[in-house]
């Protein structure tokens, strides 16, 4: 089971989050931004970046919970040939940022966009 977040409590109950549904959440983001084809893991056996696929998204992702209760979130990316990498890391940045805030109410406090691989599209 993965580390859970309780961040909202009120008169009903208590809100949890896990840190999972957070990672794959912020993976589908960052999909939804130009440029990048996919999340990416690296293979132990080989050294080689994998492309993820489907519900394997939130394996690119890692999420970690600070002291004040604020996020810090590493994404390791593989990103489309020919496009700007400086600019696609600056909108998967400010979109995630966005979209994790507006959907757990907590802070973002670090993302972290490491490019591993660079792909050739159709």
Avoid: P, W
Avoid at 58 to 63: A, H, P, Q
Avoid at 79 to 97: C, D, E, Q
Wanted: with cysteine; net charge negative; proline share 0%.
């Amino acid at each position: 089971m993965s580390e859970l977040l309780e961040n909202t409590e009120n008169e009903y109950g208590r809100i949890v989050i896990e840190k999972d549904v957070i990672a794959q959440y912020a993976g589908y983001a960052a999909l939804d931004c130009f440029g990048i084809v996919g999340m990416a893991t690296i293979s132990v056996k080989d050294g080689l970046a994998k492309l993820l696929k489907g519900d394997n998204v939130g394996r690119g992702v890692s999420v970690r919970i600070n002291d004040d209760n604020t996020l810090d979130i590493d994404f390791h990316i593989i990103v489309s040939y020919g496009v700007n990498i400086k600019t696609v890391a600056n909108n998967l940045v400010s979109t995630v940022k966005y979209q994790i805030e507006d959907y757990t109410n907590m802070k973002v406090n670090n993302i972290k966009v490491y490019v591993e691989g660079v792909r050739v599209i159709d």
